[in-house]
């Protein structure tokens, strides 16, 4: 398998691509007319959670000094651990009384299967408040399906957000990890991958990390985000969701909003076509693709974002799917099982989205807002005229950042709903 890939060279460059190339993923399900909700039921509760190992019980990990490919590499086989216990930490420096840390931990993903997980945590190495420090877990946006497209690679701490404590990030399952292919969009895994990156950064003994934590993400993180937080209370009971963030998020999946979804959808639906295929026996790639998509299905392997969206872009549409999976089971089931929103939570939502965002549309947002609002979810929605999918982040954060500090505080969360 080639390696080559477009690797950020900084934190700034590393966000620049979690914005720009994350914002394809909204526009999955473009290809359908359909206008109705997603159909399917979901359980409104994750799989019973295991015995969370802490820093005390669990098994030391491996302190890993050698180069960075080889970090990516799991043990064969990988040893039996709980969610989050940590597999193998890679010290990444101090810098301004912040220490960071490359990690790979156990997680689960939608089959509950055990699987390794990488990402990046950071951590102050000053003295921690009573309870320990409040967490941050960051789900990113769109990259690729394939190892050598992690975030993680280039070592970049994770942003603040605007709150004193520790800060993880998750590559999510299938997209650190040598031979592993990424689930995209599969809301389970997301959500796992970001609720265990929280046990992992407790796990970590010098980070007096405690049990108060916010979910926050954009584009497809904010699909992650939003499944971690709808699944937090029974898959770790034992750490605090305070709330949820979640911008210009991958949200109504079902739906079509404009001739953008119609132009991205395509590519972003058969990124989550071939990832699922790799969580769920039942999906065959080769059921749905037409003949040239089957030609090019390399790439998901070999390359990075960019390169997909070179590959795929020239396949004209009539003869892109020989079953389009959005009408054809169990692909189509699948979908609806991965839209966000379908349950309320007790801890409260902050939703952002700008105005003249062509990847997520700002009507796939308010009614995804709608919707959460009749389910009884507690949300704020901030709607920024004038800002796209990528300048939002920078425009919201101020406003997330007070939101979230406001948890911290005990001061009840506002309430947009009507």
């Excluded at 997680?107 to 390794?116: G, I, K, L, T």
Aim: hydrophobic share 35%; with cysteine; proline share 9%.
């Amino acid at each position: 398998m080639a390696r080559t890939r477009t690797s950020p060279s900084s934190r700034l460059r590393w966000v620049a691509v979690t914005f720009t190339v994350g914002a394809l993923a909204a526009a999955l399900g473009a290809c359908s007319s359909s206008a109705s909700d997603g159909g399917t039921a979901r359980s409104t509760s994750a799989p019973p959670p295991s015995t969370t190992t802490t820093a005390a019980d669990a098994p030391p990990p491996e302190q890993y000094d050698g180069p960075v490919d080889g970090f990516y590499e799991v043990p064969d086989p990988l040893p039996p651990g709980e969610p989050g216990e940590l597999i193998r930490v890679q010290d990444l420096g101090e810098e301004v009384g912040v220490q960071t840390v490359r990690v790979m931990y156990h997680s689960r993903d939608a089959e509950e299967e055990d699987r390794a997980v990488t990402g990046i945590i950071s951590y102050p190495t000053g003295e921690a408040p009573e309870g320990g420090w409040p967490v941050t877990s960051q789900a990113n946006g769109t990259v690729g399906l394939a190892s050598q497209c992690a975030l993680s690679r280039n070592g970049a701490a994770p942003g603040d957000w605007g709150v004193e404590g520790v800060h993880a990030v998750t590559d999510y399952i299938g997209l650190g990890p040598v031979g592993e292919i990424h689930p995209y969009l599969s809301g389970p895994s997301e959500g796992n991958s970001v609720i265990d990156a929280v046990r992992a950064a407790g796990n970590l003994p010098d980070s007096h990390a405690g049990k108060r934590w916010f979910s926050i993400g954009h584009s497809q993180g904010g699909h992650g985000a939003l499944f971690a937080g709808e699944r937090a209370d029974s898959y770790a009971p034992e750490l605090d969701l305070l709330g949820t963030v979640s911008m210009a998020p991958a949200t109504e999946l079902t739906k079509t909003y404009g001739p953008v979804d119609e132009v991205v959808s395509r590519i972003v639906g058969v990124m989550m076509l071939y990832g699922a295929s790799s969580e769920h026996p039942e999906i065959h790639f080769e059921d749905y693709a037409g003949p040239e998509l089957l030609a090019a299905k390399g790439v998901f392997e070999d390359a990075c974002l960019d390169d997909i969206i070179t590959a795929m872009a020239p396949i004209p549409a009539e003869t892109f799917y020989a079953h389009d999976p959005l009408e054809t089971e169990p692909a189509k089931s699948l979908l609806a099982l991965n839209q966000p929103g379908l349950i309320a939570t007790d801890s409260p939502l902050f939703l952002a989205q700008g105005t003249e965002d062509e990847r997520v549309n700002v009507q796939r947002t308010k009614d995804f807002f709608t919707r959460v609002c009749k389910l009884g979810q507690v949300t704020e929605l901030l709607v920024i005229d004038g800002k796209d999918h990528g300048t939002i982040v920078p425009a919201a954060a101020p406003a997330a950042a007070e939101w979230m500090n406001d948890r911290l505080a005990g001061k009840t969360a506002p309430d947009s709903c009507p």
